[in-house]
């Protein structure tokens, strides 16, 4: 039986890797550092964070790392979680002898945004523009470095949605709310929901890629920032407005949320990272290369996966 470490075990796209790994067979060791939040049942537990506090890490075959810091109350955390997390991780791993898979989950900030008529593709140059994804860069480019020690596999994946999300979560309700803020007319978006990422992780674990090697995921279509918001309404049965705000007013609320979070000592959901992400006219991707390579065929389009989200929030009272 494979031995398989899942950093971020407890996240949203970890809780939803670990059930898949453990469907499957897997051996599945959770690194975690709050032990109140809510680790799947099967999940081996392992304590510790990416700040430095890391348990001994030996006799993994394959590791799945996903942890990482999302919202910040400083840029500065981003890196010191991300990068110099991931690094931490790297050297107690070969410390321990590692010599296996090493499946980063990046995202698509680290790539960059686009414009609408562009998909964009791996080898396109990274252009991020938020602490964020430069963060998320930095740390594809730490683990590149060690491309020859260990098979190392990146994923960037479009926005993922599904039940357990907490982001999307914050669009969802303003809809509910009969409303919604926009920072342009439009914006183009790639999509994935929760259930084909976690696919496209297990074909990086069960297939023989080059060391090195990143993939774009998503569902494969484009969306619009309206079409996403329409067709979420009618699942809810609710009408809305549209508010259309314009940048500098966006911009202030944004430094406003930026000093009550630090204030506070905790990350606000809107924030100058959030700000600099939504002001972009596309983020999109291009699957060519982890469809052939991978076989990577996502199985839900939006709507199947907008209404099995909402229904689970729901269930849950979180909507």
């Known amino acids: ?56 890490l030996k006799g993994f075959d394959s590791v799945f790392h996903l942890a990482a810091l999302t919202k910040a109350v400083r840029d500065e955390d981003y890196f010191r979680v991300n990068e110099k997390g991931t690094e931490l991780l790297i050297k107690r791993l070969l410390e321990n002898d590692f010599s296996g898979k090493f499946i980063f989950l990046s995202s698509l900030s680290a790539q960059g945004p686009t414009t609408k008529n562009r998909p964009l593709r791996e080898d396109d140059p990274p252009h991020p ?15 590149q470095r060690y491309a020859s020690h260990f098979r190392v596999i990146i994923l960037r994946p479009s926005i993922v949605y599904g039940p357990k999300d907490e982001y999307m979560l914050h669009f969802f309700k303003l809809i509910q709310k009969r409303f919604l803020p926009l920072l342009r007319d439009e914006q183009w ?14 074909l990086c674990l069960k297939k023989e890629v080059k060391s090195g090697e990143v993939f774009l ?42 000093m009550v979070g630090r204030l506070k000592g905790k990350p606000m959901p809107f924030n100058l990272n959030k700000l600099s992400e939504s002001l972009q006219e596309a983020w999109l991707c291009d699957i060519s290369k982890a469809k052939k390579v991978l076989g990577f065929e996502p199985k839900y389009d939006l709507k199947e996966g907008l209404f099995l989200t909402i229904n689970w929030y729901k269930a849950q009272g979180w909507l």
């Open 217 to 258: 995921i998503s569902d494969g279509q484009t969306y619009s920032l309206h079409q996403l918001a329409d067709m979420v309404a009618s699942i809810l049965k609710v009408n809305y407005i549209k508010i259309r705000v314009p940048p500098v007013i966006a911009r202030g609320i944004a430094l406003l949320c930026e």
């Open 1 to 56: 039986m494979s031995k398989i470490l899942v950093t971020g075990a407890t996240g949203f796209i970890g809780f939803h890797l670990c059930h898949r790994l453990l469907k499957e067979g897997y051996e599945v060791f959770g690194l975690i550092r709050n032990p109140q939040k809510d680790l799947p049942k099967g999940v081996n537990p392992l304590w510790g964070d990416l700040k430095g506090n890391l348990p001994e």
């Open 189 to 202: 978006l790639s999509l994935c929901y929760v259930e084909d990422l976690v696919e496209a992780l297990l």
């Open 129 to 143: 523009v938020s602490p964020y994804g430069l963060s998320k860069l930095k740390a594809e480019e730490k683990l």
